[in-house]
């Protein structure tokens, strides 16, 4: 029988640092790509990555065992995102400038080009919107854990997800008609 994240970490606030090492190889590569769909950046990424689990550490006598080790540790990531984005002082991280972001030869519609139009889509997005999407439909958190980070309703991250896909939807469609 496995043992479970919210085990792990308790045994972790305890002082057993080698069961972080177990919560680092079920968490890392969800983290970093929820850092990538944030940033579009590699490097930056890494950093938040790594700098996510220096606070998991750093803060493990925070943890609350009757609370989702993966809330808990998507909450500190979220937070970190929210610094990073202060720091280089961006209303719109990815929006400022397109320069990143690919021309999209429209001449073939295969599934590399939808995926393609999609995340430029998704780039588009205002941060908190790109973020909420990305937790709920990317990472696959629940919508009680995002309720629970942003200390909201379920309904009304409900509600926020459904208007952010019809938006999505319009984003989308306007790419293909340019």
Not at 92 to 115: A, K, L
Request: net charge positive.
């Amino acid at each position: 029988m496995e043992t479970s994240d919210e085990q792990l970490m308790s045994a972790v606030k305890k002082g057993d640092l080698e069961k972080l090492g177990i919560l680092y190889d079920r968490y890392n590569k969800r983290i970093y790509n929820y850092f990538i769909r944030c940033t579009s950046d590699v490097s930056d990424s890494g950093d938040l990555t790594q700098n996510t689990f220096i606070r998991v550490m750093k803060y493990r006598g925070s943890y609350q065992k009757d609370k989702r080790f993966e809330t808990w540790i998507f909450q500190i990531a979220r937070n970190l995102v929210k610094d990073h984005f202060k720091k280089l002082k961006v209303v719109h991280s990815r929006m400022e400038t397109n320069d990143h972001i690919p021309d999209m030869v429209h001449e073939t519609d295969d599934g590399q080009d939808r995926e393609n139009r999609l995340y430029q889509a998704i780039d588009r997005l205002p941060d908190d919107k790109r973020e909420l999407i990305v937790m709920s439909k990317f990472q696959g958190l629940k919508y009680e854990q995002i309720a629970e980070m942003r200390a909201t309703s379920v309904s009304a991250i409900k509600v926020q997800v459904h208007r952010i896909i019809k938006n999505l939807r319009e984003i989308y469609f306007e790419q293909l008609e340019a």
